[in-house]
T-cell receptor, first 113, second 109 residues
Framework: DGGITQSPKYLFRKEGQNVTLSCEQNLNHDAMYWYRQDPGQGLRLIYYSQIVNDFQKGDIAEGYSVSREKKESFPLTVTSAQKNPTAFYLC????????????FGPGTRLTVL | GEDVEQSLFLSVREGDSSVINCTYTDSSSTYLYWYKQEPGAGLQLLTYIFSNMDMKQDQRLTVLLNKKDKHLSLRIADTQTGDSAIYFCAESIAGKLIFGQGTELSVKP
């Protein structure tokens, strides 16, 4: 089955620790995205990558880092510099031209204690 | 600037029609989208409309686009309890999607 997976579903960390969220896709999509979702605020773009070994900051990149060493994988690290990291994180992938339908993973809920 | 606005809540009775509205700002968007999010899950594409169309119908879903007013709407006919979810509209700009805040649809039996 083709799709996009995120793990884990729930993640708990202590304040001050870095944590890495996994995102993998087998849809052969060039582009991948990370969003943060908070209640009543919709989705806000953290980082995106349109090709391997290249990525761009989105609207709220501060306190986050990413890498894109493989086409299938786009891990997100939430660093201790992120002031309010508790949120629902969604990863997506898409083609880069024409109808840009983004396919979403199931999300990771991160809680920082 | 880029901004997509939606009302936050809508409540309807089962069997009624639901209409979810959205306004956007960038007239150069090629496609406009409606996504559905069920509790604790990712988003799924419901439908989309090309910017040179005024209307698109897909079974119980009707999308209306008013480019002059930059207004997009999603009508769900014969709304069922399984339609309860958050609905996001989105516009595409430079390969990225800009999402509204989401409208939480509550369907009462």
């Amino acid at each position: 089955d083709g799709g996009i997976t995120q793990s884990p579903k729930y993640l708990f960390r202590k304040e001050g620790q870095n944590v890495t969220l996994s995102c993998e896709q087998n849809l052969n999509h060039d582009a991948m995205y990370w969003y943060r979702q908070d209640p009543g605020q919709g989705l806000r773009l953290i980082y995106y990558s349109q090709i391997v070994n290249d990525f761009q900051k989105g609207d709220i990149a501060e306190g986050y880092s990413v890498s894109r060493e493989k086409k299938e994988s786009f891990p997100l690290t939430v660093t201790s510099a992120q002031k309010n990291p508790t949120a629902f994180y969604l990863c997506a992938s898409s083609q880069t031209s024409g109808l840009v339908e983004q396919f979403f993973g199931p999300g990771t809920r991160l809680t920082v204690l | 600037g880029e901004d997509v606005e939606q009302s936050l809540f809508l409540s309807v009775r089962e069997g009624d029609s639901s209409v979810i509205n959205c306004t956007y700002t960038d007239s150069s968007s090629t496609y406009l989208y409606w996504y559905k999010q069920e509790p604790g899950a990712g988003l799924q594409l419901l439908t989309y409309i090309f910017s040179n169309m005024d209307m698109k119908q897909d079974q119980r879903l009707t999308v209306l686009l008013n480019k002059k007013d930059k207004h997009l709407s999603l009508r769900i006919a014969d709304t069922q309890t399984g339609d309860s979810a958050i609905y996001f509209c989105a516009e595409s700009i430079a390969g990225k999607l800009i999402f509204g805040q989401g409208t939480e649809l509550s369907v009462k039996p």
